[in-house]
């Protein structure tokens, strides 16, 4: 079995098979994960790896530590060949041609920097694990006084444009979104927590420019539609992400967006299994797909995960029945905004629900148990280093 990405989607099938191997219910399988990073990101809290509530070493876990029993090729796919059953991988060392009974396409998105000219060069980017780790470094030089521009209103530009504003309080941090009112995915339905989100924002400092489009970004800053130039060493991107695309799978049907159309098990094709943000999956409601967020990563991971251990089994694979949770942000302790099987939390209640979601849904328990306890552990021993404790035992 090959497993083509590292991120939610291939972590979570990759354990479930794993689990079926150790407790005897799969024999003679080999599982390869092939992944462009050599670490799994949990994007989740990129807001708290800004203001240092989380560790970047708990948000970015090397994979070889992480999945025990899966054979880790490091490098970049290049191309599948569905007929041969075959996928070219780019490695430091060269090319490498793998061959699969079955593969896992999990890729993910990438930053869609194709529509503003300028962003891939100039932008920092939330998605890029060394693109956030350096931003935190440029974060601590900024003089006093200096501009930040935020482009798009979503929950990623929201969380982080407060984070920065919490984190460096002398700047200015403007949150630039072409739409007429921030955080539109929770309109009308969850207004209440989005004017919460955006209003606690504002108390933060976040200044925002409502019907702002991002037209270019240079070095020396960016330019929108309504204010003209604006001179910034820091513009950030959180302006969508577009799908991965990979060279043999073309033939393939997608909807708009360019996701890969699974059936409702999670199949593309004989052979072929999809998940996460490069996959449009039927959504258990029957309306649309399911959403493109970590979550249903997760669970499409673990369905997939199932689906290939019974049908190594010879059994029929089944259904994606997942129904959603929720969705939330954090704009500070104490201070979440959150949707949570339709019911609109607010302050305390959505900030711990989100806390404890997302530990529970880190890639292991361990990990989880670790970054909770850095929450109550004295923030000068957060900065010393147990990692290597952690990954040996994770
Ligand atoms: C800054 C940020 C914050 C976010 N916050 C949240 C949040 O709070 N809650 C939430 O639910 N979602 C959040 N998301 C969205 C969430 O991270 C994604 O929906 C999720 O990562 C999708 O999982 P995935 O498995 O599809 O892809 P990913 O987790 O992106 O994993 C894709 C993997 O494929 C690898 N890859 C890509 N191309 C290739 C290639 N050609 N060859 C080999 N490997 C390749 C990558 O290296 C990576 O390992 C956030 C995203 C970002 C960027």
Not at 222 to 229: I, V
Request: charged residues 20%; positive net charge; glycine residues 12%.
């Amino acid at each position: 079995m090959v497993l083509l990405g590292g991120g939610y989607t291939g972590v979570w099938a990759a354990r479930r098979m794993t689990r079926a191997v150790r407790s005897g219910a799969l024999r003679d399988v080999r599982i390869r994960m092939v992944s462009a990073e050599p670490e799994h990101s949990f994007h989740g809290w990129t807001a708290e790896v800004i203001t240092g509530h989380v560790r970047p070493e708990r948000a970015r876990v090397p994979l070889t530590q992480l999945l025990p029993g899966v054979e880790l090729v490091h490098g970049r796919v290049g191309a599948v060949d569905p007929r041969r059953r075959t996928v070219q991988v780019q490695t430091a060392t060269g090319l490498r041609q793998l061959s699969y009974d079955q593969l896992v396409v999990g890729v993910g998105s990438r930053d869609a920097t194709e529509r503003v000219p300028g962003l891939a060069e100039h932008a920092w980017s939330l998605k890029d694990p060394d693109g956030l780790a350096a931003l935190r470094t440029h974060l601590d030089t900024l003089p006093p006084g200096a501009t930040i521009v935020v482009a798009g209103a979503g929950f990623t530009g929201v969380e982080a444009a407060t984070a920065i504003a919490q984190q460096v309080p002398t700047a200015r941090v403007l949150l630039a979104h072409p739409g007429p009112v921030a955080l539109p995915m929770l309109r009308p339905r969850f207004s209440r927590v989005a004017d919460y989100a955006i209003d606690q924002a504002r108390r933060c400092g976040v200044e925002f420019i409502p019907g702002a489009r991002l037209l270019r970004v240079s070095a020396e800053g960016a330019e929108l539609d309504t204010e003209g130039f604006v001179a910034s060493a820091t513009v950030i991107t959180t302006i969508g992400q577009t799908p991965v695309a990979l060279p043999g799978l073309d033939a393939f049907a997608r909807d708009a967006s360019g996701r890969l159309a699974t059936d409702r098990c999670l199949g593309v094709a004989p052979g072929i299994w999809a998940g996460g943000d490069v996959a449009a999956v039927p959504h258990p409601s029957g309306q649309g797909a399911c959403p493109a967020n970590a979550l249903w990563a997760i669970y499409h991971g673990k369905r997939i995960g199932a689906n290939l251990v019974r049908t190594l089994q010879g059994r029929a694979p089944r259904p994606f029945t997942f129904p959603g949770l929720g969705q939330g942000a954090s704009l500070g302790v104490g201070r979440g905004a959150a949707e949570l099987y339709g019911v609109q939390l607010t302050g305390w209640p959505a900030w711990l629900a989100r806390w404890v979601f997302f530990h529970w849904f880190m890639p292991s328990r361990r990990i989880g148990l670790v970054t909770a306890l850095d929450w109550i552990r004295p923030r000068e021993t957060v900065g010393t280093d147990d990692s290597a404790y952690l990954y040996a035992t994770a």
